[in-house]
């Protein structure tokens, strides 16, 4: 079975093929506009711009520390 799953980048609304091994937490670069994103979730597949969510780790360990 193999499945596409398309996410479409916030930036530019292009829509990007998912490789089938790639888990939320990798970055992807988007092939129209060049944004660098982060895959947030699979279901439903979604990307974040990676800039937001190294902005939210960074607050993360803040809080943790
Ligand atoms: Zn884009």
Excluded: H, Y
Aim: glycine share 4%.
């Amino acid at each position: 079975m193999s499945t596409v799953t398309v996410a479409v980048c916030p930036e530019c609304d292009n829509p990007i093929k998912l490789r089938s091994t790639l888990m939320p937490g990798q970055l992807v670069k988007c092939g129209q506009c060049g944004e660098i994103l982060s895959l947030l979730t699979l279901t439903p597949p979604t990307f974040t711009w990676a800039s937001e969510e190294f902005d939210l780790v960074q607050k993360q360990k803040r809080d943790l520390s």
